[in-house]
């Protein structure tokens, strides 16, 4: 581990963050030197942790494995950020990376810090100065929990990187032309004009929830969904759930939980969010129920989709679940206790690296010119690829009791194993 405390960062100089040198054997730590089930059950290949000198706030970068010197991952900013909750999103995404077959390896960066202080922009971009050398050449980060897509690119454009796949970007022999092409596909508009690059993840979720219903035999006009969190993942979740036509029962957010058993407006109170995914009470329907936060997790509902925080759904609170599906859109939404107590009751888990993951896969598929600015044939392939997942984890689960997490593991270590060796293309 590295523990590094970062001199003082401003815009005009950017020399000063170069102190943190990515050693040399943690490059070498990839992917395709271990074997399949070590991508799960090893160490990571690097650790970081960061003080910030203002403020005092620790960070936290753990790369849990490289394929071609690669890793991906996003930046998150909450009060009570720990590097191991860091690191157990660094191996989700590890995971998540093999699950769909992607040229790249997992990490996460993690802030311990409230995205809603005053203080929390500066601190970002001292985190991200203190780690230019890794997200220069070795790691791709995007938006997470507290922390906006759109504040993490200024801040690699005050850092000179342009945008955050810069270190994929600069695999190409074109980058500017790859970086017009990525912008493109980022910004493309969907027919209800809405950017492609926010709400992909979120439609992955929601394909996820109709591949279970598919999988499970029920009808999309009659399946029941509840979400936790409305904020990128899980509002795009809710946003396509409710255009397939499937009733969204419950929603809930920081404040509390809305429910009506005939279906929230969704587009409605969408609308009502501002910028930390709350929900305006003062507009609310007043045929909507408002109720206390935790009561999303006992509404009724077939699918419960936790797009909130990591580790939701824990032992004291999982007997709560009265859902017949759970569907991870938050990394880490469930404790392996509690997960154990689902499947012994018959609720099986989708794991958040198959349901959350859509972002991620998207991304790197737009990266290699495998989809582009054209939001149908990024929501085709993604549909395809979610869908075809979700129902061998069912499968498995249905005909011979497998958890659908151990199914997919499996299927990560056997992808993982096929890595050895690769690296991106970007055209």
């Known amino acids: 581990m ?104 997992g990490a996460k960066g993690g802030i311990d810090f409230d995205p809603r202080d005053p203080e929390a922009v500066g601190v970002l971009e001292r ?64 027919d209800d004009g809405l950017q492609l690059g926010e709400i992909i993840g979120g439609y992955g979720v929601a394909e996820a929830c109709l591949g279970a219903a598919d999988s499970l035999g029920w009808a999309q006009e009659e399946t029941t969904v509840s979400i936790q969190g409305v904020g990128t993942m899980g509002g795009g979740a809710a946003w396509y759930l409710h255009e397939a036509g499937v009733k969204v029962v419950a929603i809930a957010d920081a404040a509390g939980t809305l429910s009506d058993p005939a279906g929230l407006d969704i587009p409605l109170l969408l609308d009502l969010r501002d910028e930390y995914g709350e929900i ?63 499947t012994v009751r018959g609720i099986p888990v989708i794991p958040d690296f198959v349901a959350n993951a859509g972002a991620a896969a998207w991304a790197w598929w737009l990266l290699q010119g495998q989809v582009g600015d054209d939001p149908q044939d990024s929501f085709t392939r993604l549909k395809s690829e979610m869908r075809s997942k979700v129902a061998v984890l069912l499968g498995e689960w249905k005909g011979m009791g497998i958890a659908p997490r151990e199914t997919g593991r499996v299927l990560a270590a056997t992808n993982h194993e096929q890595l050895v060796g690769a690296e991106i293309t970007v055209p």
């Open 280 to 342: 305006d009470r003062g507009r609310v329907p007043a045929s909507v129920e408002q109720l206390p936060r935790e009561a999303i997790l006992s509404a009724r509902a077939d699918i419960f989709v936790p797009a909130a925080i990591s580790y939701a759904i824990r032992e004291e609170n999982a007997s709560e679940i009265t859902a017949q599906v759970v569907v991870e859109a938050a990394n880490s939404a469930t404790t392996p206790e509690a997960e154990e107590m689902l």
């Open 2 to 105: 590295t523990i590094m405390h970062s001199p003082g960062w401003d815009s005009t100089n950017q020399a000063e963050p170069q102190v943190l040198r990515v050693p040399d054997h943690a490059v070498d730590a990839s992917v395709d030197a271990v074997p399949g089930r070590d991508l799960l059950d090893g160490a990571p290949a690097h650790e970081v942790t960061w003080v910030d000198p203002v403020t005092g706030a620790h960070g936290f970068l753990v790369v849990h494995t490289l394929v071609g010197g690669l890793a991906t991952g996003g930046t998150r900013m909450r009060p009570g950020c720990t590097i191991t909750e860091v690191g157990d999103l660094a191996r989700g995404m590890a995971t998540k990376t093999s699950v769909f077959g992607l040229p790249v390896g």
């Open 127 to 190: 985190f991200c100065a203190a780690m230019l050398p890794w997200l220069d050449s070795h790691w791709v980060t995007a938006e997470d929990l507290g922390v906006a897509q759109s504040r993490i690119d200024e801040v690699f454009a005050n850092l000179g990187l342009g945008q955050s796949y810069h270190a994929a970007i600069e695999r190409s022999a074109y980058p500017s032309r790859a970086m017009q092409r990525v912008r493109a596909g980022l910004d493309a508009l969907t």
